[in-house]
């Protein structure tokens, strides 16, 4: 069945880079987009970026200077970097499968990142 | 970019109640609108995709209806476990989530 799993460091510092890997199972990334989209307690549910089954990507504008998304698909990994953090970053993170004209129907558990010294 | 009001922010209702939620965008979004059910502690889970459809293994007390800039999530008789907050996403213009309705019991 569709799995999917974030793992992320929990604490990150101001100023710092976070990188949260998303594992999936159940399916091929070559087949599906994926989403990473966060959920913050200033912002609600926000929407992040994407990689295509192809491998090319696409960010929301108001990340775009600070986001990469990849991934390595012999290992059905998705990667998520985001530098420059800041307090208002914290929030839960979830990596979703879904993408151009299909919805978001399976998502992570989330990651729980704090941004604090 | 597309803006996504929902309404009520919070709503309280008895068990069997018809419950009707509200989800209108700054424009036209091509009936691309899809609704999530988030619980406590858990990840949004899809309900409905472009506008009216069931997803797999959702309840049929759950529709969805509208069409280009208003949208509704309609549960026909409110169980227990339908406690949650439900978000609105739009999929016509890049992504946009509404800020959520948290439904509660009365």
């Known amino acids: 069945q569709v799995q999917l799993k974030e793992t992320g460091p929990g604490l990150v510092q101001p100023t710092q880079t976070l990188s949260i890997t998303c594992t999936v199972s159940g399916f091929s990334l070559t087949s599906y987009y994926m989403q990473w989209v966060r959920q913050t307690p200033g912002k609600g549910l926000e929407w992040m970026g994407f990689?295509?089954?192809?491998?090319?990507?696409e960010y929301n504008s108001e990340f775009k200077s600070r986001l990469s998304i990849s991934r390595d698909t012999s290992k059905n990994q998705v990667f998520l970097k985001m530098n420059s953090l800041k307090t208002e970053d914290t929030g839960v993170y979830y990596c979703?499968?879904?993408?151009?004209?299909?919805?978001?129907?399976?998502w992570g558990q989330g990651t729980l990142v704090t941004v604090s010294s | 970019d597309i803006q996504m009001t929902q309404s009520p922010s919070f709503l309280s209702a008895s068990v069997g109640e018809r419950v009707t939620l509200s989800c209108r965008a700054s424009q036209n979004i091509n009936k691309y609108l899809d609704w999530y059910q988030q619980k406590l502690g858990e990840a949004p889970k899809l309900l409905i995709y472009n506008t009216n459809n069931l997803h797999t293994g959702i309840p049929s007390r759950f529709s969805g209806s509208g069409s280009g800039t208003d949208y509704t999530l309609t549960i026909s008789s409110l169980q227990p476990e339908d406690v949650a907050t439900y978000f609105c996403?739009?999929?016509?213009?890049?992504?946009?989530f509404g800020a959520g309705t948290k439904l509660e019991l009365k």
């Open positions: 979703a499968r879904g993408g151009l004209w299909a919805p978001f129907a399976y």
């Open positions: 990689i295509r089954s192809g491998g090319s990507t």
């Open positions: 996403l739009q999929r016509n213009s890049w992504y946009t």
